[in-house]
């Protein structure tokens, strides 16, 4: 059993112990779990990013979102080379405490490419189509 | 480079050949991508599930949403069990080609637990509080 199993049942508005809803969120084999980054306001899906626990301490704490990249193994403070930076409005995990949803508000695009979210390849019945305007190019992006 | 790479500064309505997109999905180590299911009209971010590319190609032919369960290592057709289904309205994949966005139209509630969605735990300054009724108990759902 876990505490998110044993406390499932309870009513709207029952208050849990944050340090132990912390010490048993369900990171993968690498520490890492998938956060979903949801737009406060208009409610679009931005992205898909990996924290590990210092990365969601860190975000929990200073309002700043703050990612783990895979890519560079680093803590990524979202917007740190591109200026695109999210603010936490709210935080919230899942029923089994293995995936966090984020609402924030981005500043500007989202995606490295400069779209305002990364779900820019559609598929439809006879192709995969690109649906999503880019509002900054990446060299301008990147360029600082 | 990657096919998604390659065509990421294409413009709106670009198309591109499915069948090499999906030859080109970023599977992880387990063979397995995750998928963020979005109520289609609301915008609600229901859940995080996971797919393997014979799920991945049953939701796209059958516009019945499909995942993969990792605890019982099956094919996972949402509301098999529960009567509780998700249709696909529409799929997305994301620049890097690792994570799928879906738009459902949920049948009733999409977390075991009973609740709309999943993300019910809210993390808040000092307690995380549960924000999410229980729309149909878990002995109801599963009875059948």
């Known amino acids: 059993m876990s505490i998110f199993k044993d406390n499932e049942g309870r009513p709207q508005g029952a208050k849990l112990d944050k340090a132990a809803i912390l010490a048993a969120v369900k990171f993968n084999q690498e520490g890492l779990v998938p956060v979903i980054a949801q737009q406060f306001d208009t409610l679009e899906v931005l992205m898909l990013a990996w924290m590990n626990a210092e990365a969601l301490a860190e975000t929990l704490n200073t309002g700043r979102v703050c990612y783990w990249s895979r890519s560079r193994k680093a803590l990524w403070r979202k917007g740190e080379s591109s200026g695109q930076v999210q603010l936490l409005k709210s935080a919230r995990i899942d029923c089994d405490g293995d995936t966090l949803l984020l609402a924030v508000d981005q500043t500007g695009p989202a995606c490295h490419t400069g779209r305002r979210h990364c779900f820019f390849y559609k ?14 190019s990446p060299d301008e992006l990147y360029k600082k």
Request: charged content about 30%; hydrophobic content about 55%.
């Open 123 to 136: 598929f439809e019945p006879d192709a995969v189509v690109i649906d999503g305007e880019v509002m900054i």
